[in-house]
Structures are given as structure tokens and as C-alpha cells.
């Protein structure tokens, strides 16, 4: 478990390193730090916000596969829950069962991908809602 958790930090630090490197190659953090703004604050209010989207976009799938990945989880551990259900739809054949937990597993993603376009906007005051 632990080294699955220091495989996603990883993954989310490569990310966040690409993206603040192009970042900071952007006209308006050259402009920022010709303003005379401190190199801190220009890599905190300017490049870190705007680099954390695609962390954020890594995370709301990664959100939307944990979420998918219950099957595996319950059936390991013998945990009943809603991995454990679809297991029993599809060994006695239930259609209805399995579109049903397709249907949840698929609203959850698009609110965790919602959710994510909601931070877009906060991260980002170039991505304006509406």
C-alpha cells in the first residue's frame, strides 16, 4: 500500500514539475517578474496556480479510477460493498445490476471532473465559469 501511495506522489510531482517549468516560460510570468516582484511570489501567485491544472485533471481521474477500483479492493478483502455487488450482478447475470453501478460509476466521474473544472477556474483567472 505504502509503495503504491509513493508511486501516485510521484506521478503527481512529475507532473507539477513539467507543468511549473513551461509555466514559467509564460509572457505573463516574465512580466510579473519585470514588475520587480520577488522570485517567490512570482513562482506562488503566478506559476505554482496555473500549474496545478494538470494535477488537478491527474487527480479527478485518479479519483474516478479509485472509485472503479472497489471491485478489486472488496473482492481482496472480502469487504461487501458496491464492488462486491457488481461482482454477484455479473456471476448470476443481472443486465440491470451491472447498467445500474455503470451508470453510478459514471456519474461519479463527471462530478469529479466537474469538480476539477470548478478548481480550473479558481486555479486559473484566466478560465472564467459561465
Do not use: C
Amino acid at each position: 500500500m505504502l509503495s503504491l501511495v509513493a508511486i501516485q506522489f510521484a506521478l503527481y510531482s512529475r507532473f507539477q514539475r513539467a507543468s511549473l517549468l513551461d509555466t514559467l516560460n509564460a509572457d505573463y510570468v516574465r512580466t510579473a517578474r519585470a514588475k520587480g516582484l520577488t522570485p517567490a511570489r512570482v513562482v506562488v501567485r503566478h506559476a505554482l496556480r496555473t500549474g496545478l491544472i494538470p494535477v488537478v485533471t491527474v487527480f479527478a481521474l485518479d479519483l474516478g479510477i479509485l472509485f472503479g477500483g472497489a471491485i478489486i479492493t472488496e473482492t481482496v478483502f472480502g469487504w461487501r460493498g458496491m464492488g462486491a455487488l457488481i461482482v454477484d450482478a455479473i456471476t448470476k447475470k443481472e443486465p440491470w445490476m451491472v447498467q445500474s453501478w455503470m451508470m453510478v460509476t459514471a456519474i461519479v466521474i463527471v462530478l469529479f471532473t466537474l469538480f476539477a473544472d470548478i478548481v480550473y477556474a479558481y486555479l486559473d483567472p484566466r478560465i472564467r465559469l459561465g
